[in-house]
């Protein structure tokens, strides 16, 4: 099949931005300052339990005990509902790559090829191309919601949202005004951090964030390599913790085919890497592999961590293969099918993540019960800095909100148009004020689907358990 050529004539930066104008004929700004559930909306839970139908059922109570553990927890695991809220309404039609669960926790510090720390998003298990607003729309109403949790003031949770949503809009515009390779190089380091936290003039801000990028540099392979393995009669292995880490020998009562199973996966997951990293990747030997139970929306998900040497027990490379399904947007963007989920992801994020892993790939294999599985391979743990949301005041919050709404900004910019998305958001405040409402009428849902699910549980409709 040929492939089409990547090149043709662009429409010129007016006829882009006229684009962006028109889109608020479709949609007017101030049209995203509410949100009201659709007569016909499903029943939140029984959008949970279809997707906990495909998962490992033993690990599903997990999943339901972790959701009930908050309204935001709850939110954190509901990106299917959300996505069934927005996806049947009308849209801008302003196309990027989406993260497809944007809240707060989904954007930290990381590590860069280079050994830079850097602020990026980091899950993409729901990617798809859709419109922008869905990202942040799900962005603020997180916002709002975490500041619920923290016993913050209406006023002071809109004011986080608001930051969200001028940094998003302030930077697309700084966006619309760059070349494309600029564009395409930005990333938000720890220099970047520093300016604005310097900016902030808020002396506990730039204590904590400092505090925040040296744990990050701490949280390395080798931390992880100490904390999930052990040194056992037959050498390194991973330690089990049973149901969070249980290793597949265990599941599979001492069967010949763990092996079999496992270079499998490794075989597939190698083909998908380029030459360089593949003969990097050849250093090292797999000698065990472990399901681990991960996240809130994912528990049930098959998820495996697997161990390799190199050179020696001091040579260790920790890689984590999680199963990838369809993204919860895909029902609502009637966009072409993927041959493969796991590709999915790792395309997703390669587009709109300015630092993704080396040894990011996917693979296709079949499962221990029998049926073919996606999955999508990155390295575990490295420098990875996570916010504590319970943590902050009103002040860190809004700040926090602002690095998140720059930030994906920049992954928009990558895929979609930023002129016509700046020309659509406009240089007033008109939808940044409007975020706010949709924010907190989400928020007032998301706490009316939380009681929905505790309703079940306690009627014996779902379980929900911890180990």
Known sequence: MAVPSPFSAPPSPAERAATGRKARARVPRSAHGSFEAARDRPDPVGVIERQSATRLPELVPIRYARMLESPFRFYRGAAAIMAADLGPG???????????????????????????????????????????????????????????????????????????????????????????????????????LRELMASSMDREARRRTAEATARARTRTHLQAFAKLTRVSAEGRRIAQDPPLITPLRDLLDGSSAEEEALREVLDGYARSLSSERRHLLGRYHPVDVARKVVGVGSVGTRCWIVLLLGRDDDDPLLLQAKEAGESVLAPHTGGAPYDNEGRRVV???????????ILLGWTHTVGLDGRPRDFYVRQLRDWKGIARPETMDPGLLRLFARLCGASLARAHARSGDPVAIAAYLGRGDRFDRALTGFAQDYADRNERDFEALRTAVRSGRVRAGNP
């Open 347 to 357: 395309a997703g994020q390669r587009l709109i993540q300015t630092t993704s892993d």
């Open 90 to 192: 009308p849209d801008t039609g302003l196309t990027v790559q989406l993260c497809g669960d944007a809240h707060l926790l989904n954007f930290r510090l990381l590590a860069s090829p280079e050994r830079r720390l850097v602020f990026d998003i980091n899950d993409f298990d729901e990617t798809l191309a859709g419109p922008f607003e869905w990202d942040v729309k799900r962005l603020a109403a997180s916002f709002a919601i975490a500041g619920r949790a923290n016993g913050f003031s209406a006023e002071d949770q809109n004011g986080a949202v608001r930051a969200c949503g001028e940094a998003y809009r302030r930077r697309m515009r700084e966006f619309a005004g760059m070349r494309a390779l600029d564009i395409w190089y930005a990333q938000d380091d720890a220099d970047r």
